[in-house]
């Protein structure tokens, strides 16, 4: 079951010290702005995240036709709808979960991931076990995450090598007729739009 | 390059510690800075990603697997600054800066958004026929470059069927040394009894983008 992981190694003060020499340096040359950088930490770690993705899931499963030009074009269908664009959404393609498919994604070479409606990657996502377990065993690693496919589901695992984005469009759950979108959103969660969980109960 | 960032299907890494979404996707202060550096330095124009790819992967594997995430980062990074000619390995080591920039105006706060909302698509327009179509059996060339490329070594050797055609794309393997050419780029679905044998038979499919060149006709 997913927990509040703290097993990742703690790194030397190395890296620290190094960063903070690169930056002096940086700063120094007037190779980089000070103010930009706390903007770009500001736009990745507060406004850029799973909320944006929730939103565009919730929309696909109350609007068929907003539903079907995530799958002509995503990117252009959320840039047009939400104005969510640009770095690392540029190529977003939406692949849907059925009653007979469950898709999942990775990137077994580095870490791409789609940006603009999911933010950067959980360190799970980036981690050495799940870049090298999920091509070979989908089933074994959706179960650690809580995560049961039935065998007679068809599962796809979708490896990033490209700077095509998979975003997956979990299965919208039972009992949720009428609900608003935004209620609905709220069950929407990271991990269901990578693949590795379903979208939470009516109930939860 | 066989490198230690190639790792689809790699054994013995352990479980996978899943994090709550609502932790921080940082976990040190040095990261959010490592990350925001990295993002600053790109908008200087002098690489490109799969540059900044390749500089993180070409270490000796030991290293690159011990290393943390923005470990990989700061190091692709520093080698970048240094051959690009913005540093010199001396300005590293000492943290003093020796020379100037020479004027050079760097992106401001006021325009990080618009850098970000603008992106960097790869798609390249060229109206160029397919040499593979949708439905079509391929295999992957058995082929061990030891430049950068995104052709994973499990799928070397492999058949599969096209799934997808996404067009022209910005070729890798070339642009990881500043020359831009696009090749094909295609979606190949693999059966896991393809990639990984009879026990994995019915064990559903692996979906990779390929380019035109890593690929041959079965």
Known sequence: ?204 | MNGGHDLGGQHGFGPINPELEKKSIFHHEWERRAFAITLACGFLGKWNIDEARHAREFQNPVKYLTNSYYQNWLYGLETLLVKKGLITEQELLSGKSHQSNNGRSVPGAERVREILASGGPTNIEDARVPRFQYGQQVKVCNDHPIGHTRMPRYTRGCEGVIDRLHGVHVFPDKNSVGEVDGEYLYNVRFEAEALWGEPHKGQGSVHVDLWEPYLEET
Not at chain 1, 160 to 165: F, I, L, W
Request: proline content about 6%.
């Open chain 1, 1 to 204: 079951m997913p927990h509040d992981g703290e097993e990742f190694t703690e790194p030397p003060s190395d890296p620290a010290l190094r960063v903070k020499a690169l930056e002096s340096l940086l700063v120094e040359k007037g190779l980089v702005d000070l103010e930009a950088l706390d903007v770009l930490i500001d736009t990745y770690e507060h406004k850029v995240g799973p909320r944006n993705g929730a939103r565009v899931v919730a929309r696909a499963w109350v609007d068929q036709e907003f539903k079907l030009s995530i799958q002509k074009d995503c990117s252009a269908a959320v840039k047009k709808v939400f104005g969510f664009q640009g770095r690392q959404g540029e190529h977003i393609v939406a692949v849907e979960n059925t009653s007979k498919i469950h898709n999942v994604v990775v990137c077994t070479l580095c870490s791409c991931y789609p940006w603009t409606v999911l933010g950067l990657p959980p360190v799970w996502y980036k981690s050495a076990p799940y870049r090298a377990r999920l091509v070979q065993d989908p089933r074994g690693v959706l179960a650690e995450f809580g995560t049961c496919i039935p065998e007679e589901k068809d599962i796809r695992v979708w490896d990033s090598t490209s700077e095509v984005r998979y975003l997956v469009i979990p299965e919208r759950p039972i009992g949720t007729e009428g609900w608003t979108e935004e209620k609905l959103s709220m069950l929407v969660t990271r991990n269901a739009m990578i693949g590795v969980e379903f979208a939470k109960e009516a109930s939860s």
